[in-house]
């Protein structure tokens, strides 16, 4: 078992940033990729960036070169800097970490909510 604890949302401006952090505890050896989904009301769960073991990087199309996602391979931490934010982008946050079992795990979510 993986147990993730998010932090980082908010409200902020269109145009505006906001960074999301999410810690792992548990099972950290198991984990391969981490990322962050995101789900607005009335919508499906969406992919907006995931980080393979290795660095490898996967954005959604609508948040390429405003999004940057990175993690710490020590700390087992994800996170997501989020830049030039837009209404569009309110949405609860989820972390998930895939483990090498192909197992997801997912964090509580968390709350960013952008004001045009």
């Known amino acids: 078992q993986v147990h993730l604890v998010e932090s980082g949302g908010g409200l902020v401006q269109a145009g505006g940033s906001l960074r999301l952090s999410c810690a792992a505890s548990?099972?950290?050896?198991?984990?391969?990729?981490m990322g962050w989904y995101r789900q607005a009301p009335g919508s499906q769960r969406e992919l907006v960036a995931s980080?393979?073991?290795?660095?490898?990087?996967n954005y959604a199309d609508s948040v390429k070169g405003r999004f940057t996602i990175s993690r710490d391979n020590v700390r087992y931490t994800v996170s997501l800097q989020m830049n030039s934010l837009k209404p569009e982008d309110t949405a609860v946050y989820y972390c998930?970490?895939?483990?090498?079992?192909?197992?997801?795990?997912w964090g509580q979510g968390t709350q960013v909510t952008v004001s045009s």
């Open positions: 548990g099972s950290i050896f198991s984990i391969n990729a």
């Open positions: 998930y970490v895939r483990a090498w079992s192909s197992a997801d795990y």
């Open positions: 980080i393979t073991r290795d660095g490898s990087t």
